[in-house]
């Protein structure tokens, strides 16, 4: 199957600081990425789809000022964290769209745990 | 939006035992992907079935599109099959999935 990297796989910030999460698509292009979060022992829930080369469409409630979204190129998309609070700290997941055997099947990453102090 | 229902929240099974999980979903979908997410939260394709039936070892998956409902067998289940297992679904092709609140299996040896 397809392969999804993310990069870090862990990070501790202080608050008031920003954080960029790297989500790799490693052997397919992608023009659809999607961002996910998820609190301890809760579902995944959508923040945003990121398109390639335009403005990501974030969902309702999600700050986009404070959740930066760039798909610059058609493997890479990533999250950044602006001013980042405790209340952000959370288990961030991306997955990506790979329509190369034709079912819309989509491949999550391994996950990145943010954790505001 | 859509909705997405899974049962049992909770599974307690001693190893070899055989367990089935449903996720009922409230409207028509294009995809239906089951997941195994594991305990360092990596979430495992399992299935791709947004309709009929596929097997893959000891699991198999059955999507009824027209009774909106999709279930997952694990037969025989082993201690490494412990983890929360998540169905998620989306409307139209291209669009994002929405996760159930999964089930979470514990097996014990």
Same mark, same amino acid.
């Given at each position: 199957?397809?392969?999804?990297?993310?990069?870090?796989?862990?990070?501790? =910030?202080?608050?008031?600081?920003?954080?960029?999460?790297? =989500?790799?698509?490693?052997?397919?292009?992608? !023009?659809? %990425?999607?961002?996910?979060?998820?609190?301890?022992?809760?579902?995944? %829930?959508? %923040?945003?789809?990121?398109?390639? @080369? &335009?403005?990501?469409?974030?969902?309702q409630g999600v700050?986009?000022?404070?959740? +930066?979204?760039?798909?610059?190129?058609?493997? +890479?998309?990533?999250?950044?964290?602006?001013?980042?609070?405790?209340?952000?700290?959370?288990?961030?997941? =991306?997955?990506?769209?790979?329509?190369?055997? @034709?079912p819309d099947t989509?491949?999550?990453?391994? @996950? !990145?745990?943010? !954790?505001? +102090? | 939006?859509?909705?997405?229902?899974? &049962?049992?929240?909770?599974?307690?099974?001693?190893?070899?035992?055989?367990?089935?999980?449903?996720?009922?979903?409230?409207?028509?979908?294009?995809? +239906?992907?089951?997941?195994?997410?594991?305990?360092?939260?990596?979430?495992?394709?399992?299935?791709?079935?947004? &309709?009929?039936?596929?097997?893959? @070892?000891?699991?198999?998956?059955?999507?009824?599109?027209?009774?909106?409902?999709?279930?997952?067998?694990?037969?025989?289940?082993?201690?490494?099959?412990?983890?929360?297992?998540?169905?998620?679904?989306?409307?139209?092709?291209?669009?994002?999935?929405?996760?159930?609140?999964?089930?979470?299996?514990?097996?014990? &040896?």
């Amino acid at each position: 199957g397809a392969v999804v990297s993310q990069h870090p796989s862990r990070v501790i =910030c202080k608050s008031g600081t920003s954080v960029k999460i790297e =989500c790799r698509s490693l052997d397919f292009q992608a !023009t659809t %990425m999607f961002w996910y979060r998820q609190f301890p022992k809760k579902s995944l %829930m959508l %923040m945003a789809t990121s398109n390639e @080369g &335009s403005k990501a469409t974030y969902e309702q409630g999600v700050e986009k000022d404070k959740f +930066l979204i760039n798909h610059a190129s058609l493997t +890479l998309s990533t999250l950044t964290v602006t001013s980042a609070h405790p209340e952000d700290s959370s288990f961030y997941i =991306c997955s990506a769209r790979d329509q190369r055997e @034709g079912p819309d099947t989509q491949y999550f990453g391994p @996950g !990145t745990r943010l !954790t505001v +102090l | 939006g859509i909705q997405v229902e899974q &049962s049992p929240p909770d599974l307690i099974l001693q190893e070899g035992a055989n367990s089935t999980l449903r996720c009922n979903f409230s409207d028509s979908v294009n995809n +239906l992907q089951w997941f195994h997410q594991n305990p360092w939260g990596q979430l495992i394709n399992l299935f791709y079935i947004p &309709s009929g039936t596929k097997q893959n @070892g000891r699991l198999s998956a059955t999507t009824v599109a027209t009774e909106r409902y999709s279930l997952l067998y694990i037969s025989s289940s082993q201690t490494t099959d412990s983890g929360v297992y998540f169905c998620a679904v989306s409307r139209q092709a291209g669009t994002a999935l929405i996760f159930g609140k999964g089930t979470t299996l514990s097996v014990s &040896s």
